[in-house]
């Protein structure tokens, strides 16, 4: 095992907050492997790169010989984590959470070593508490220590409704790392309060407290929002591997060290020179962000997908070439009184873009070709003999064959 010190570094790096530093490296210089912690809730099953973020620092600790508990919150997902909420989540049902579940742990396992991996699901404990054992939990915390959580004190002094259920859940996430004996818990940083009240609960129960060690949002492609589906800026795990590599090739210079840092397997030394060599312009940035889109194809594909997905991206935006497997889309050609048929709307029926307006607002951005060639701005009307068996592109890399 490497020194204290080197561990230290490594895991510092990409975190947002080690709270307290001080006891983590106590923890390390004893030697001995720490259980680190990473509650999630199966409310959603698909997982993407920001979701895979606490994951990736999860597995650095497993490379540095430390032991991971991976607590599903099946229990606490009856509640709904109310972090960064103006509202009460709604309530899944079991069937739902188990479903959930099992897609999200299939999907961790291709970041995590299953052989340093414990899995446990919080049912386990928290749906067997009796009324006696959860008052006693409870009466460790105050009101006034939950109300000044921000997203609960926000919606208490905006007169929006909180449920009393809501209060239990940083109180049961507290109660999982006393159950499991955490040395150290991961979160986002939206998770601090959930982290530290284990903290204090811990060491109310005559416990070492855990370290809680947070990590940034990471932004999407966009390079504004944070990743989401719901903004359309997601890699997601499960994305095929041509896509994957053009996902990371899309995303903004400044990013890139932040994506090595929080979603790549580059060692992290290798990503501090890396940060060196582009800030003094010693490396290329095209070059660098061609290895970080490599490394995180190969991360959840292999060494082989990885290169054919860059070849693949090369025919695509080097050599102009129409990828191999575009869908097909059985088009109405019919011309409209004019003798046209109107672009737009082709466009949005066919799935490229959300809405003929947003169609509109590509072609006026010069962001739509046919067969190769851009489309005027303002042209929504095009002859239908041209569109016969046309490729039609929108953007960098949505593509449709009419047929």
Not at 326 to 344: M, Q, R, S
Request: net charge negative.
């Amino acid at each position: 095992m490497i020194s204290p010190e080197e561990q230290f570094h490594i895991i510092q790096s990409g975190a947002a907050q080690i709270v307290p530093e001080q006891a983590l490296m106590e923890k390390l210089k004893r030697g001995k492997p720490l259980n680190i912690k990473l509650g999630v809730d199966p409310t959603a099953p698909d997982i993407h790169l920001g979701h895979a973020v606490p994951l990736r620092k999860l597995r650095q600790f497993q490379d540095l010989g430390h032991q991971v508990t991976l607590i599903i919150g099946d229990g606490t997902a009856l509640i709904g984590d109310p972090s960064g909420r103006n509202s009460t989540r709604p309530q899944l049902t079991r069937e739902q959470i188990k479903e959930n579940a099992q897609t999200y742990v299939d999907q961790a396992f291709k970041v995590l070593d299953p052989e340093k991996t414990t899995l446990r699901y919080n049912s386990e404990w928290i749906l067997s508490l009796g009324m006696e054992e959860l008052l006693k939990i409870a009466s460790n915390f105050t009101v006034a220590r939950i109300l000044e959580r921000d997203d609960f004190h926000n919606r208490y002094t905006s007169n929006l409704p909180i449920s009393l259920h809501e209060f239990l859940y940083p109180i049961m996430q507290a109660y999982d790392s006393v159950v499991i004996k955490a040395d150290v818990e991961l979160g986002g940083t939206d998770q601090l309060f959930n982290l530290l009240a284990g903290r204090e609960l811990m060491e109310k129960m005559g416990m070492e407290p855990q370290v809680c060690l947070t990590l940034p949002l990471l932004e999407g492609t966009d390079g504004v929002k944070k990743m989401s589906k719901s903004y359309g800026n997601y890699i997601g795990l499960t994305d095929a591997p041509n896509d994957m590599f053009g996902k990371v090739m899309s995303i903004p210079d400044e990013l890139m060290v932040k994506y090595y840092r929080l979603a790549s397997t580059a060692p992290v030394d290798q990503i501090d020179a890396i940060e060196k060599g582009l800030a003094a312009g010693e490396i290329h940035p095209n070059r660098c962000k061609r290895d970080l889109a490599q490394n995180i194809v190969a991360a959840y594909y292999d060494e082989e997908a990885a290169k054919e997905a860059e070849a693949a991206f090369d025919r695509q935006f080097k050599q102009h070439e129409v990828p191999e497997d575009i869908p097909e889309f059985a088009a109405d050609l019919t011309p409209n009184e004019e003798g046209k048929v109107y672009l737009a709307k082709l466009i949005a029926d066919s799935g490229l873009t959300k809405s003929t307006g947003d169609a509109r607002r590509m072609i006026d951005q010069g962001g739509v070709k046919v067969n190769g060639e851009a489309v005027a701005p303002k042209a929504y009307n095009v002859a239908p003999e041209t569109l016969a068996g046309a490729v039609i592109q929108v953007g960098k890399r949505k593509f449709v064959r009419l047929i």
